[in-house]
Each structure stands twice: as structure tokens, then as C-alpha cells.
């Protein structure tokens, strides 16, 4: 089985080390990984500002960077989204590029998604002895629908004590440019998110999505609080059993 890493802007750019990881679990698990280089932004900053032509251009480009991709995986539920729901709906009414979109659509699947749906495990041999809660993100359980994967995969992690996260479907006000456009409202939230993370008792807050991660260990920092944050792969690749 052949997968190509989508690696997103944020994991590109800000945390590389996750790219590492996902290539990491995926290589241990028989699968052979390529990083096509021409890929870029999937254009969803773009699309979610208005700029529909703009995104069209972002997403043309990386429909070529992974046209001959028999799978693609992308740590993060919101590009997966991105690419899964809202590319056929862009190109509706151009036959060539819509059935190119479709097809991309068909094959991209989120880090957690293809684990456990599409090869099959739940269980990386993965080992770490600390307690933690997992943050659901919005595009991620609400695009996808995908919500069981990563706490299945994170349920078999030997001394890993995962704590019930109040909450944890609600947004932690990042949500791209709302996060500078709606600063105010975007702070409010996520000081919620930290209140109830807090509550937990957890040493470390666990997510699927860089955005969602970046904003709350930015204001964790900011405020002064000791609590980890790390990507699920992150998780699942430094604790791998050897």
C-alpha cells in the first residue's frame, strides 16, 4: 500500500515533527510514504474568507501534486475537510475539474480516519506514562465525522491515563481567520476550553488539528499554565514499543 502525505501549512511549516510521526506509524505499519513536493495550501484560508477564485487556484494545485496518490493522509481533520467536502462543491459545473476533485475527495482520508478505518488497527503498540484529555475539533468530528478513531487508538496506549475532557466537542476558538477577526470572542472560548482542561487534572491536552493545538498551547503559555499539548500522532510515535 502506497500513501502520500499531505502535510498541511501549519504541520509544514510550525510542526514539523508531526509530519515526522504520522511517516513514522505509517512506515512501522507496512506502508510506504511519499511527500509529493509540489503540493501547497489546500486553499481553505481562502475559501473560508471568500475568496472562491483564489481557493480554486490553491486546490487546482493540489489536485496535480496528488492525481497519481493511490492514498492521501493528512494530519489534520480540517484539510481532509477541506478537501473531502468543499472541493466537488467549488468546481460544480466544470465536468473536468469536478470529476478530478471527486476523485481526490475519494482518497484523502485524516491521519486517525485511515488507521484505524482503512488499515485496520487500533492498537500502534504505543507506550506512555502520563495522564491526558483529547480535544475534539470542529472540522474534524463535524466535517468528518471522525470522533471514535483517536480515542480508540489513544485507549491502547499502555499507561496513558486519558481523563474525561468536559466539553470536549466545543470549539476552542481558533477557527482559522475567526480567531483575528473575532480576537475577543476567540479569547473568551478559549479560556473555557483551558477551564475545563484544567478540571481534568490532565498533564497534557492531546488533538488531532495543528490550528486547534497552536491556539491552545498559545494561550496556555500566555497565561502561565503548565500543560502539555501534543498532536495524536506526536503520542503515538514517541511511545512506540520497540
Known amino acids: 500500500m502506497k500513501v502520500s502525505l499531505f502535510i498541511t ?18 512506515e512501522r505499519n507496512g506502508v510506504e510514504v511519499d511527500v509529493p513536493l509540489t503540493q501547497t495550501c489546500c486553499g ?42 468543499y472541493y466537488p462543491d467549488m468546481f460544480e459545473g466544470d465536468p473536468e475539474w469536478s470529476a478530478k476533485a471527486a476523485q481526490l475527495a475519494d482518497k484523502t482520508f485524516e491521519f486517525t480516519e485511515f488507521v484505524v ?27 468528518l465525522g471522525v470522533r471514535s478513531e483517536p480515542v480508540q487508538l489513544l485507549s491502547r496506549v499502555e499507561g496513558l491515563e486519558m481523563k474525561e475532557l468536559p466539553y470536549c466537542q466545543d470549539c476552542c476558538g481558533f477557527g482559522g481567520t475567526f480567531a483575528s477577526k473575532m480576537s475577543a470572542i476567540s ?16 498533564n497534557m491536552l492531546i488533538g488531532s488539528d495543528m490550528g486547534c493545538l497552536m491556539n491552545i498551547a498559545g494561550r496556555l503559555r500566555r497565561t502561565g499554565k503548565n500543560i502539555q499539548t501534543m498532536h495524536i500522532a506526536e503520542v503515538l510515535a514517541k511511545g512506540m514499543a520497540t
Open 44 to 85: 481553505q484560508p481562502a475559501y473560508n474568507s471568500g475568496y472562491v477564485k483564489d481557493a480554486r487556484k490553491a486546490a487546482k494545485q493540489t489536485i496535480k501534486a496528488f492525481q497519481s496518490s493511490e492514498y492521501v493522509v493528512a494530519p489534520s481533520g480540517s484539510c481532509a475537510a477541506m478537501v473531502r467536502h
Open 117 to 143: 478505518r482503512v488499515l485496520g488497527i487500533d492498537d500502534v503498540g504505543a507506550v506512555c506514562e502520563d495522564s491526558a484529555a483529547y480535544h475534539q475539533s470542529c472540522h474534524m468530528s463535524r466535517g
Open 187 to 202: 479569547e473568551a472560548m478559549v479560556d473555557e476550553k483551558i477551564r475545563h482542561l484544567e478540571s481534568t487534572g490532565a
Open 9 to 26: 501549512c501549519l504541520s509544514d511549516i510550525f510542526f514539523p515533527e508531526v509530519g515526522r510521526s504520522v511517516v513514522s506509524i505509517l
